[in-house]
T-cell receptor, first 113, second 114 residues
Framework: EAQVTQNPRYLITVTGKKLTVTCSQN?????MSWYRQDPGLGLRQIYY???????DKGDVPEGYKVSRKEKRNFPLILESPSPNQTSLYFC????????????FGPGTRLTVT | LAKTTQPISMDSYEGQEVNITCSHN???????ITWYQQFPSQGPRFIIQ???TKVTNEVASLFIPADRKSSTLSLPRVSLSDTAVYYC???????????????FGKGTKLSVIP
């Protein structure tokens, strides 16, 4: 089954404790992206990647890092999480030629206390 | 990236046809219009895409006038399960020379009432 998976689905952590949210897709998509969703602010893009070793900033990249060492994986790294990064995070992927037709993961709800 | 404007929310009774309009006055020649649907606590789901005139699939229809400065997503005979947020996106599908950044915005929250 074609899918995008994220882990963990739920995470509660404390300020400053480094964490990684994993994202994996099995569709051989070139394009992958991370979004955060907050009440009243909609869905905002954090980082995206057009292919292995190619990443770029979205609308809200501050406080986040990403890496794309393999085509199927695109982890989101919070080196020093802060309470304002409490949010619902989505990973998505798409073929290079149709980046507007994205497949989304189930989401990761992160709480930073 | 073309800026889009949608109503923040809409209410509809079950069984009615719902039309959600998106304005995109500065749409570029190579831009397509894409709509997503998002149920509570789930990731968005692609539902329809078009360039001009009318596109229809099993979920919805998309109407695009000749000037392409707006588009209308039409949901026939909605049910409670159509309660969701609907996002309109405008951009160059293939982004050969453009940006690969996508902007979803806040979308339109559709509430279907029994």
């Amino acid at each position: 089954e074609a899918q995008v998976t994220q882990n963990p689905r739920y995470l509660i952590t404390v300020t400053g404790k480094k964490l990684t949210v994993t994202c994996s897709q099995n569709m051989n998509h070139e394009y992958m992206s991370w979004y955060r969703q907050d009440p009243g602010l909609g869905l905002r893009q954090i980082y995206y990647s057009m292919n292995v070793e190619v990443t770029d900033k979205g609308d809200v990249p501050e406080g986040y890092k990403v890496s794309r060492k393999e085509k199927r994986n695109f982890p989101l790294i919070l080196e020093s999480p802060s309470p304002n990064q409490t949010s619902l995070y989505f990973c998505a992927s798409a073929y290079h030629g149709t980046i507007y037709e994205q497949y989304f993961g189930p989401g990761t709800r992160l709480t930073v206390t | 990236l073309a800026k889009t404007t949608q109503p923040i929310s809409m209410d509809s009774y079950e069984g009615q046809e719902v039309n959600i309009t998106c304005s995109h006055n500065n749409i570029a020649t190579n831009d397509y219009i894409t709509w997503y649907q998002q149920f509570p606590s789930q990731g968005p789901r692609f539902i329809i895409q078009g360039y001009k005139t009318k596109v229809t699939n099993e979920v919805a229809s998309l109407f695009i006038p000749a000037d392409r400065k707006s588009s209308t997503l039409s949901l026939p005979r909605v049910s409670l399960s159509d309660t969701a947020v609907y996002y309109c996106l405008v951009g160059d599908l293939y982004s050969g020379a453009g940006s690969y950044q996508l902007t979803f915005g806040k979308g339109t929250k559709l509430s279907v009432i029994p």
